[in-house]
């Protein structure tokens, strides 16, 4: 027995670390020293005082770790290792700076609904879709109309987010949809103003005249969602005041009388923000913060889940730690009032003393070596969240310190020198000319389509890298529903992932809880999914079914038998047309084709001819949890057919509205004049598409003439900015738009919206920025992309914006691991945990604790839950709604010598229940 349980500790110990090496290195090497050259060749020495030597190392280490701000950043979920301490603070910086509540305000112990929410995002449409919910649910629970959305006719992000959340949007806001008295309407509208960078005082005038006319026409029934490309913008727009609150500013139409309450629907304000520094097309990573109040946070409610006895109201759930420290160590090293100072910057010397003057002080500095302590202690003993640690990444130094590098320089929101500079990974490319970025996504891809689907002819499935398994979901979902139509009901569990029934919410599709046929397991019952289709079924004749098959849960390990559904569907007469499974694999996806019974679990992978396969639509996989990666990613695989009904044509139909102008004959009513273009062209440039429009030979003087300032047919211009000389062949702009999606990245427009008398929506100012310019004439320039190069680049469903360095993070996994080492990892999980359930048994007598292993699974669940003592010290989860449980996750970091510690702890600390 001795020896047996020797052997045992041995094979696990002997679990390493894959290296790094060979061609992938090399080409990692060469794709980090392009970027390197690029960078230096744009920004000169103010690279090497962008992150001083002394900060580099602490912030840096930071990437050792997984940090995933789960939740709200009240900090009251405290399952895995987070930042939301850091969030918090850098959250009520910003709220006091703009002259907001602080966050969750409390009055006689209850959260003041006044008092400010809000989290930081992945760009303006995450805070679009979360707006357009809050504001769709508040307008249905006053028995109003489902809202119809307007923008000022270029907001992109608005727009693609009012497509996913199945809202219309409108183009005239004076024009009521309906033909009722106003007395009786039910319309309501959401009205999304975008404030263009560095705008005017005048334009600031005409969208505050905007709002308080809206509010004045529609009182309650509108809702106002403020879109600022910099923190500056948004600070001058406010003047001051709590732009959030009806009765905290001075926009008043008219005083009220004495002793009167303030009409609400005649004050200037607005119901949410969104901010995002990250406003170029022109950069791989996007983020943002929405800012709101806690009332409105609250509308978002059929979309607010708990999760481990905390609530959720964010719309990606996972949320990327990394990228909030950096914005935390530029807003610690650079104070939101200086920031404006860094904007208006002239030439490379002033910006360089810029960065000199503004250092962290050595207290300041000593909060990031703290937490890299503490996160290292975290690590070492984590055993309940699903993160592997098995894992080190410095040779990624260079890239991550690159991201800092391209972070910083888009928080500056310097329009002279830098918002030209190309901070995509795109421009590192190959021997062969392709983006290095492009060819480790299609590696990827092939890798899980060869891991999933190898009998399915390559490229069968559309696959791309998520921003973790949330996202992997809605995108399941949402071509679900897009491809189904209004009939499509989603069915479930109660097991199932919270982001699953979230995203329903959010994408307004009906859902169905079907029971499991056992709480230890949590695997669908398959004769309550066959009532549950049936009763519906008699309800609606045209019934579509949307099945979310869990393999496995990441609470229980719960699997879901999908040949038993599948049979369970053919028994129901549900055509293959009107059916669409998506397998949630976030945790042991990848792990469970390895399994001992892979053609019972996951059936998609064998052969077509074989009895026992049975097809899915839709598969989604964290890329944090079993891979290892430090921060919240994933990957997801769609069949590719319903791919371009359901995403892209949508999108075109969508900006069809901003591509017209440029179609129309010159001097006709709705002509495009230079103006015009400096919004459309940037503004579809960014929307995330790829078509090609021919402009008539009239228009193409002044597409140049607003690209370049001058007519462009007729000579060459060559621009010194601040000591970087760029030349532009004005006369090689083509008689054609080519409306580009590389990066499927953030508007960057500048429209202006109109007086209310204004029959045109897009009417702006002429803009002075030489960055805008240079825009404009690449947005006019390029030759036209192919649909499916959109499909190749397809990017982030939620987001609207591709964080290509997550893509060189899971491509750069896969080659260390290969599928031996899937294999391999994926046989030790499920080993362990076995041994070290017979491990927990055998102390039952002295812990109270009793340890489980459903089948095909890694995950050891405990139940009563452990103490809170050993809960903090092995990081592991405490859960009450589903029966006081706790549970181990058996990662690859895991040895049966940590199980033993954890056995000793709970000797020590018993459970209390």
Not at 4 to 15: F, G
Not at 181 to 186: F, S, Y
Not at 294 to 306: D, H, L, Y
Not at 806 to 812: F, H, N, Q, S, T
């Amino acid at each position: 027995m001795a020896e047996t349980r020797a052997k045992r500790v041995k094979a696990s110990e002997e679990l390493k670390l894959f290296p790094f090496a060979g061609e992938p290195l090399e080409e990692y090497k060469d794709f980090v020293r392009q970027l390197q050259e690029h960078l230096r060749s744009k920004c000169g020495k103010v690279v090497d005082h962008l992150v001083p030597r002394e900060d580099r190392k602490a912030l840096l280490n930071l990437f050792q770790y997984h940090v995933n701000n789960v939740g709200n950043p009240d900090g009251k979920c405290r399952y895995g290792l987070a930042t939301r301490g850091i969030e918090l603070s850098l959250l009520n910086t910003l709220f006091d700076t703009l002259h907001l509540n602080p966050y969750g305000l409390k009055y006689k112990g209850l959260v003041d609904p006044e008092s400010s929410f809000g989290y930081f995002t992945l760009g303006h449409q995450e805070a679009a879709i979360w707006a357009l919910k809050a504001a769709r649910t508040r307008m249905q629970s006053h028995g109003f109309n489902v809202p119809h959305v307007v923008d000022d006719g270029a907001n992109t992000p608005v727009r693609s987010a009012a497509t996913l959340v199945d809202m219309t949007v409108c183009v005239d806001v004076h024009a009521c949809p309906c033909d009722v008295p106003a007395e009786v309407c039910k319309c309501s509208i959401v009205y999304c103003p975008l404030l263009p960078p560095h705008a005017t005082d005048a334009v600031f005038d005409r969208i505050r005249s905007r709002i308080r006319a809206l509010r004045e026409q529609y009182g309650e029934r509108c809702y106002v969602h403020l879109q600022a490309s910099n923190f500056g913008d948004l600070l001058a727009f406010g003047e001051d005041y709590n732009i959030l609150l009806p009765n905290s500013n001075k926009y008043l139409m008219f005083p009220p009388l004495p002793g009167t309450k303030f009409d609400t629907s005649k004050l200037f304000f607005v119901d949410s923000i969104s901010l995002s520094a990250s406003n170029s097309s022109e950069c791989s990573v996007f983020s943002g913060v929405l800012l709101t109040t806690s009332a409105t946070q609250k509308e978002f409610n059929s979309a607010t889940v708990a999760y481990i006895d905390a609530e959720d109201s964010t719309v990606v759930g996972s949320a990327n730690g990394h990228l909030l420290l950096i914005d935390h160590y530029f807003y610690t090293r650079f104070p939101p009032q200086s920031v404006h100072s860094a904007s208006q910057a002239t030439d490379l010397e002033e910006a360089v003393e810029y960065l000199r003057v503004h250092h962290l002080s050595s207290a300041q500095r000593q909060v990031y070596l703290s937490l890299n302590e503490y996160m290292a202690l975290v690590k070492r003993h984590s055993m309940g969240y699903p993160a592997n640690h098995l894992w080190s990444d410095r040779e990624l130094d260079d890239l991550f310190l690159l991201l800092i590098q391209h972070k910083m320089l888009r928080n500056m929101e310097n329009p002279v020198l830098f918002d030209w500079v190309d901070l995509r990974l795109s421009v590192s490319k190959t021997s062969k000319g392709e983006a290095y970025v492009e060819k480790f996504r299609r590696e990827i891809v092939q890798f899980f389509e060869e891991l999933f689907f190898p009998h399915d002819v390559p490229g069968t499935f559309h696959g791309f890298v998520t921003t973790g398994g949330t996202e992997g979901n809605y995108a399941g979902l949402m071509v679900a529903h897009r491809e189904l139509g209004p009939d499509a009901m989603l069915f479930l569990t109660s097991e199932t992932h919270y982001s699953v029934s979230k995203g329903a919410a959010i994408f307004n599709l009906p859902t169905v809880q079907v029971l499991t046929s056992s709480e230890v397991t949590g695997a669908m019952d398959p004769d309550d999914l066959r009532f549950k289709i049936l009763a519906n079924r008699k309800k609606n004749p045209n019934l579509k079914v949307v099945v979310n098959v869990n393999i496995a849960s990441t609470l229980k390990g719960s699997i879901d038998n999908l040949r038993d559904i599948h049979n369970v569907l053919d028994a129901c007469d549900v055509a293959t047309s009107d059916r669409w499974l998506h397998c949630d694999g976030a945790l042991q996806g990848p792990m469970l084709p390895f399994c001992d019974d892979p053609a019972e679990v996951v059936p998609f992978i064998l052969a077509h001819d074989d009895p026992r396969y049975v097809p899915i639509n839709s598969i989604a996989i964290s890329g944090h949890k079993f891979l290892g990666a430090p921060f919240p990613c994933g990957v997801c695989l769609l069949r590719s057919a319903p791919i371009v009904k359901t995403l892209v044509v949508p999108r075109l139909a969508q900006l069809d509205s901003l591509i017209s102008p440029l179609l129309t004959p010159a001097g006709s009513p709705g002509a495009v004049s230079p103006v015009d273009v400096e919004v459309v062209a940037p503004a579809c440039a960014s929307a995330g598409i790829a078509t090609s429009t021919t402009i008539p030979d009239d228009k193409a003087a002044a597409v140049a003439a607003a690209a370049g300032g001058r007519d462009a047919s007729k000579e060459d211009s060559s621009t010194q900015v601040t000591g970087v000389s760029m030349s532009v062949k004005a006369n090689a702009v083509p008689a054609t738009v080519s409306v580009v999606a590389a990066e499927t990245a953030e508007v960057a427009s500048s429209s202006i919206p109109p007086s209310p008398s204004s029959p045109r929506l897009l009417s702006v100012q002429p803009s002075t920025s030489q960055a805008q310019q240079r825009r404009v004439q690449r947005a006019v320039k390029h030759p036209a992309r192919y649909i499916r190069e959109y499909l190749q680049q397809f990017g982030s469903i939620t987001t609207g914006s591709r964080n290509d360095y997550l893509i060189v993070v899971i491509w750069k996994r896969i080659k260390q691991l290969g599928m031996g080492g899937l294999k391999q990892y994926a046989q030790h999980c499920f080993q362990l945990a076995a041994q070290g359930a017979e491990l927990i048994n055998a102390a039952r007598a002295d812990t109270g604790i009793r340890a489980q292993v459903n089948p095909h699974s890694n995950i050891i669940l405990l139940r009563p839950a452990v103490s809170v003592a050993v809960a903090e010290l092995f990081n592991l989860p405490i859960t009450q709604d589903l029966g006081s449980m706790s549970h181990i996750d058996v990662l690859p970091h895991v040895t049966l010598a940590d199980i033993e510690q954890l056995v000793e702890a709970m000797k020590r600390y018993p459970p209390t229940v």
